[in-house]
């Protein structure tokens, strides 16, 4: 496909249990994105990748959240041990190059956590 | 901290009106400014950016204006449809910063 792909598009977690979310970037795509968007906020930045080089994880919330890139395309975002507070929609994208640049969105991946 | 506000939760337009959606930030390295648009359960897609050396980028209906001194962007759509009905989140970046978004603000275009 064209776009940024995300799956699954919806996980139901007990708490407690580990998740991955999984993101196709745009074929090509340099840079590679992970926001968290939570219910009635905007998109906050977790981490980002360039290539299959880990630039920038300043966003990440714990040690439990873990993200990998390991041939620069794929990418996925790892939760362990979920909590409620990390119910939310999880958004990937990728650009050409980086900054500045607009980023192409995925439909993100809701996570709820029970 | 808020470095990108959008004080207006909501804003309701008569369809072929002019809509103004507001946005403040506080970082002063931001020089990239973009604007999505969101509809429920999809990403947000771009819809038209500037950058620091321009105070105006227009694009068919769509306008943005900057006003660097003020720290102040703004979104003009005109005339105002039913299907820009959707959420407007401002975003920006610039120095060591990556995207940074505001909350949002829910346009809702009415017949």
């Known amino acids: 496909g064209a776009g940024v792909s995300q799956s699954p598009r919806y996980k139901v977690a007990k708490r407690g249990q580990d998740v991955a979310l999984r993101c196709d970037p745009i074929s090509g795509h340099v840079s590679l994105f992970w926001y968290q968007q939570a219910l009635g906020q905007g998109p906050e930045f977790l981490t980002y990748?360039?290539?299959?080089?880990?630039?920038?994880k300043s966003g990440l919330p714990s040690d439990r959240f873990f993200a990998e890139r390991p041939e620069g395309s794929v990418s996925t975002l790892k939760i362990q041990r979920t909590q409620q507070e990390d119910s939310a929609v999880y958004l990937c994208?990728?650009?050409?190059?980086?900054?500045?640049?607009?980023?192409?969105f995925g439909n993100g991946t809701r996570l709820t956590v029970t | 901290d808020q470095q990108v506000k959008q004080n207006s939760p909501s804003l309701s337009v008569q369809e072929g009106r002019i809509s103004i959606l507001n946005c403040d930030y506080t970082n002063s390295m931001f020089d990239y400014f973009l604007w999505y648009k969101k509809y429920p359960a999809e990403g947000p897609t771009f819809l038209i950016s500037?950058?620091?050396?321009?105070d105006k980028n227009e694009d068919g209906r769509f306008t943005v204006f900057l006003n660097k001194s003020a720290k102040h962007l703004s979104l003009h759509i005109v005339p105002s449809q039913p299907g820009d009905s959707a959420v407007y989140f401002c975003?920006?970046?610039?120095?060591?910063?990556?995207?940074?978004f505001g909350k949002g603000t829910m346009l809702l275009v009415s017949p």
């Open positions: 990748f360039q290539n299959e080089a880990q630039l920038d």
């Open positions: 500037i950058s620091s050396i321009k």
């Open positions: 975003a920006a970046n610039g120095g060591y910063s990556t995207l940074t």
């Open positions: 994208a990728s650009s050409p190059s980086g900054n500045p640049s607009p980023l192409h």
